[in-house]
Every structure is written in C-alpha cells, then in structure tokens.
C-alpha cells in the first residue's frame, strides 16, 4: 500500500540522550495521528523530527514519494502553548501572514496572491471578525485557530501540532476536535501528541505509542484499547 507520509527507522539525539531509536510508520492525508506515551516518550521530538526543527541522526522522511532533508513547507508545526511567547505583539492577521513567507521570501513583496490565500485562510477558520485583534487577547482555542490559520495560508499538508488540546475548556476542546475531523477530511494529514488516552480515540483515527521506540501502531481504537 502506497502512504503519502512514510517515516522509516528515524533515530534522534540530544547530547547524551536517545530520544527517539528506529521509529518507522508511514500514513496519509485524511488521518488524524495520535502521538501517546509517558512524558519523555519522545512526543515532541518526533514532531520537531518531521518538521525539520530537530536534526536526525539516522532515518529517512518521505513525502508523496520524495526524500525531506530539512524543511518542507508541505509540514506546519504548531508549538507547545508553554514553547509561545505570549507577549509577542502581533495580530491574528499578522501571524496568518507569516504563513506566506516561504512563497514570498523574508524579503519579499506581499502579492495580491498572498492577500488572498491569508483571506482565504482566515475565512475557513472563522477568523475575520478578529483579524485586527493581538493574539495575546483571544481565548485558547481563538489562539490554537490563528496558528492553525496560519498553517492553512503555508498551503501545508501536513500539521504537526505538539499537545493542540491541554488547556482548553470543553467547549474549545470539542470545536477543535470538529477543526481536526474537517481538515483531515478536506484532505491533510493531522499528526498530534495528546497525553489524554481516554478521549485519543474519539478524537484520532490512528495512533503511534512510543516509548523511545515505537511500542505500537494502528487504528486508535486498537492501539488504545484497555487489553492493550
Ligand atoms: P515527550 O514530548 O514525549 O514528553 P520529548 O520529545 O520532549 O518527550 O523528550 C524526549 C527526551 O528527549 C526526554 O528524555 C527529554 O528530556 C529529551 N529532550 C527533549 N528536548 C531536549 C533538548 N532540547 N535537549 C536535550 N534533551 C532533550
Ligand atoms: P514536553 O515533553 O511536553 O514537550 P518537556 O518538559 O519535555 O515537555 O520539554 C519542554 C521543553 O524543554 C521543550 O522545548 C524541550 O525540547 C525542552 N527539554 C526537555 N527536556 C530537556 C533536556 N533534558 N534538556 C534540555 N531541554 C529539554
């Protein structure tokens, strides 16, 4: 069977540490994967692994066929809450914005182009009415939209998004997890870490749980079952 995304014996250490050893699983655009397994299981490493932000030291990452040696603007990661610094002034457009500079260039001109895919992608996330306000001021699940915004107007596939549901209120939590179903079937690949196993399998079609290693790969249900 051929996947779009196929990670294959991924290997990555930090100083003294082997954070991931030989992580292999490959899937595709539609799915939404649940990262699990105990703090320092290597969660967040995998995530910045994929999305170039952490060298390998050994495996291969290919997408739709073709190697990724560093960065792909096919992947958008989505840090940590506790990983953003808050007190940054920027607006939800502003931030949205970021998302075109792989095509612009840093030093670029902004195109009517531009303008049109960072409309395009606030409009999908329901974003326009707040389009001029600071980041620091929204809710939670406001904040999670804008990056996730910002990850529409890179034109990414695949979003990398580390713990996307600690520290948000029920009602946030379920509007992302409607978020994620309807991304994932508007056709990306949804790759997350999530620490709560109860609700993983309601809110993921697949799951990796990793400890260093892969302990275990497949559908959610499966993998996070209570035989298991
Ligand atoms: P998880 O997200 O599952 O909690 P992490 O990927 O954050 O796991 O960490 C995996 C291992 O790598 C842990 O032992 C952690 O202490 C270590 N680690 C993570 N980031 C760094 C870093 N920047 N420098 C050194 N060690 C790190
Ligand atoms: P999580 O695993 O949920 O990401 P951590 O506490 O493991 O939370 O990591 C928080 C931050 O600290 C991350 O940026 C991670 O890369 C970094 N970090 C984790 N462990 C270490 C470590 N042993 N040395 C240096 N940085 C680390």
Known sequence: QHHELVIDSLRVHYRNTLALDDVSFATSCGNRVALVGPNGAG?????KAIAGLVPRS???IRWRGAAVKKWSREFAYLPQREEVDWSFPITVRGLV????????GLFGRFRAEDDAAVDKALASLDLVDLQHRQIRELSGGQQQRAFLARALAQEAHVLLLDEPFTGLDRNASK????LLERLSHEGRLVIASHHDLNSAPRLFDEALLLKTRPISFGAASEVLSPKN
């Open 43 to 47: 969660k967040s490493t995998l995530l």
């Open 58 to 60: 050994a495996g291969s």
């Open 97 to 104: 914005e970021m998302g075109r500079y792989p095509q612009t």
């Open 175 to 178: 509007q992302l997890g409607e």
